[in-house]
């Protein structure tokens, strides 16, 4: 396994999201709707010639928030972005984004989505000016996320490529490209979200690791990859499953670090048994109860991890949506997991 740069045992890190401030987006209308997958100027509250300079303030809260709460493992929180995944998804050549086109989410409805009508190329960094403005002001480790190729074939309506596959790969082969400028600004850490792993997990087996591989290949730092069963705001009241459907396959890829949903859906941690190979990023923090944990109950959710894992191996987090809290519940708690981790890292005797 590739060492993580300067970290404690059991390092601390968010996902991807952290709760944008009321006052740059409209908060109620992000709440209000499926996930933008194309872009969504009209939840932006700030107008367009100010709309940089209040992202980039709101990404510094998020930065000083993390640093705060003792978080090892930093990341923008994903301010910039009006979903994790439309930002990339919207800038590569071959989409057209002035006619979307339309997919079913996972949550079985029609939403509007990217309509692949040409070749899919990376054009220039997308990312990568963000990414030097995280790097440049958090400490120690940083992380970045991007949508993965295979979540983004599943989430586009296909009217060039002769089937998804052929259409997977060439996104892969731009976001291999987005990865490598990313590294070179002084990521640690990019990360793929590919949630759609789970929801699609046959289609997955046909094509995804292909695809995966392809992207992270030949990149020079960490890579992680997302999976999980869905945002707790998005799917409230609807029953997870214990394990997932595509796992175990992830162990084959080149990825460096598989991050999971568990708190939520109460995954049974024996399931990363599945994963020998891989470090895990564990999600011991319930984003669908507002109660803030205390330490200890995050110390129990990361030792019962540990009896199928090793402590060298595991990275504590959250589950996944934390954009949809308020920002002070967010941040309670992220500082519960970061305690909760200190527990069981002094009794490891490694604190």
């Not at 809260?61 to 493992?73: C, E, K, R, T, Y």
């Amino acid at each position: 396994m590739k060492s993580l740069p300067g970290l404690k045992l059991l390092p601390t890190a968010i996902v991807g999201s952290y709760p944008q401030p009321d006052w740059l987006i409209d908060r109620e209308k992000l709440k209000g709707r499926l996930p933008p997958r194309v872009r969504a100027r009209e939840l932006w509250r700030i107008a367009a010639p100010w709309l940089a300079d209040a992202q980039e303030a709101a990404t510094l809260v998020a930065i000083s928030d993390q640093s705060l709460a003792g978080i090892d493992i930093v990341g923008d929180g994903e301010m910039r972005r009006e979903s994790y995944s439309n930002a990339l998804a919207t800038a590569l050549a071959g989409i057209d984004i002035d006619n979307p086109g339309t997919a079913i989410d996972r949550t079985g409805k029609p939403n509007p989505v990217p309509r692949v009508a040409g070749r899919i190329s990376r054009l220039s960094s997308i990312e990568g000016g963000n990414a030097a403005f995280l790097r440049r002001r958090a400490c120690g480790c940083v992380k970045i996320t991007l949508p993965g190729p295979f979540t983004m074939t599943q989430q586009a309506q296909n009217d060039f490529y002769p089937d998804d596959e052929a259409l997977a790969l060439d996104y892969a082969t731009a976001v291999n490209a987005e990865l490598k400028d990313l590294f070179a600004s002084g990521v640690d850490i990019v990360q793929l979200d590919e949630p759609y792993l789970q929801a699609r997990a046959d289609k997955a087996r046909a094509y995804a690791l292909k695809a995966i591989d392809r992207a992270v290949d030949g990149v020079g730092g960490l890579t992680a990859l997302h999976i999980c069963f869905g945002y707790a705001h998005v799917h409230q009241g609807a029953s997870k499953p214990s394990g997932y459907d595509f796992l175990g396959e992830l162990n084959e890829s080149k990825i460096d670090i598989v991050s999971l949903e568990a708190a939520q859906p109460g995954l049974d941690p024996r399931v990363l048994r599945e994963l020998p190979d891989k470090r895990i990023m564990y999600g011991v923090i319930d984003l669908n109860d507002p109660a803030i944990e205390t330490a200890e109950i995050v110390a129990r959710r990361i030792r019962a991890a540990l009896e199928h894992t090793t402590p060298e191996q595991l990275i504590v987090a959250p589950d996944c949506g934390m954009k949809y809290l308020s920002r002070e519940t967010a941040f309670g708690k992220l500082k519960a997991m970061a305690d909760g981790a200190a527990i069981v890292r002094r009794e490891l005797g490694a604190d």
